[in-house]
């Protein structure tokens, strides 16, 4: 499989020279099975370049194409390019969005919910494409072509969801947005006062902090890519721990224990530049046996078949 990154900020979109080299749109993987339909990992606003690129090169320009979105969640950051989809205009294209099920509201209300007039000026009902969405229940497995997906629950406000993308003899995990699994769980509610350091957990927390690592690492296990929000510093982490977001050295931890090969920080915090990007990748290489690399928009890897 082929896999290209198209947006690999956190929070926001930050064009500029202190973001060129790593790049300043928000999340958003495209892998590529061998002979099968394409899949698309999250909609932020690095969604935009990729829509045009699949317009005038592949068979979407003609309106013949189909691809498959898998939406972590629906934090803006994971679905503000959805409105600048170039292939979503033209008639004949066909998309595929899945996110996690909720018990307050649909996932196509949500979507629709930000072309309203308020925001934009076409609404979702009258886009060309025929889009088709799939609430996912935890845990759920299924398949798109010759592609076996799986997803487990994560640590963040409103509930995201990680998932593994295993095709061609090789396996993807994509782990964003999410807190480490040992200070504070994080559910539908936002939390207003996070726990000071050194609060003891309640047993009923713990034991679903325990059970959600397990399937994080499950998911991950022998992965070849291990893509993994690490938007915070230590230090960060501390005074904000109920954000919902890793750091370097808790993606490494998952990573090792679920024997996966390499490991690829995103979600990078929008404030990171380059250069301090360059850092924190450096200090991460000497803490573990690991290959490790820093997700970069037009970075595109070839795994498994394709190698
Ligand atoms: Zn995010
Ligand atoms: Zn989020």
Avoid at 116 to 126: A, C, G, I, L
Wanted: hydrophobic share 35%.
């Amino acid at each position: 499989m082929k896999v290209r990154f198209w947006g690999v900020r956190g929070s926001y979109p930050v064009p500029g020279p202190e973001t060129n080299r790593y790049g300043g749109n928000t999340s958003c993987v495209e892998i590529r099975p061998e002979g099968g339909p394409r899949i698309i990992i999250d909609a932020g606003t690095g969604l935009r370049k990729l829509g045009k690129e699949l317009m005038a090169t592949t068979e979407f320009g003609a309106g013949h194409g189909s691809a498959h979105l898998l939406v972590s969640h629906t934090h803006w950051d994971h679905i503000q390019g959805l409105p600048f989809f170039a292939p979503l205009y033209q008639a004949g294209n066909r998309l595929h969005v899945y996110a996690r099920q909720r018990d307050d509201t649909r996932l196509g209300a949500l979507i629709a919910a930000q072309n309203e007039s308020h925001y934009f000026s076409v609404p979702f009902e009258q886009v060309k494409a025929e889009v088709q969405f799939r609430e996912l229940v935890e845990g759920e497995q299924f398949e798109i072509g010759p592609a076996r997906i799986s997803c487990a629950r994560l640590n963040h406000p409103w509930i995201a969801i990680a998932y593994r993308i295993a095709t061609d003899d090789a396996v993807v995990a994509y782990v964003t947005d999410t807190a480490p699994f040992r200070d504070i769980l994080i559910e539908q509610e936002f939390i207003h006062q996070p726990p000071r350091p050194g609060d003891p957990l309640k047993p009923e927390d713990a034991a679903k902090l325990g059970a959600m690592r397990d399937g994080v690492v499950r998911l991950c296990e022998g992965a070849d890519l291990v893509i993994y929000d690490t938007q915070f510093t230590p230090e960060e982490y501390a005074s904000r721990p109920h954000w919902g977001h890793s750091c370097p050295e808790d993606a490494i931890e998952i990573a090792e224990a679920a024997g996966a090969r390499t490991v690829a920080l995103f979600h990078h915090a929008p404030e990171r530049s380059d250069d301090q990007l360059d850092q924190v990748l450096t200090e991460c290489r000497g803490k573990t046996k690991l290959e490790v690399i820093a997700a970069a928009e037009s970075l595109e890897m070839e795994l498994g078949r394709w190698r």
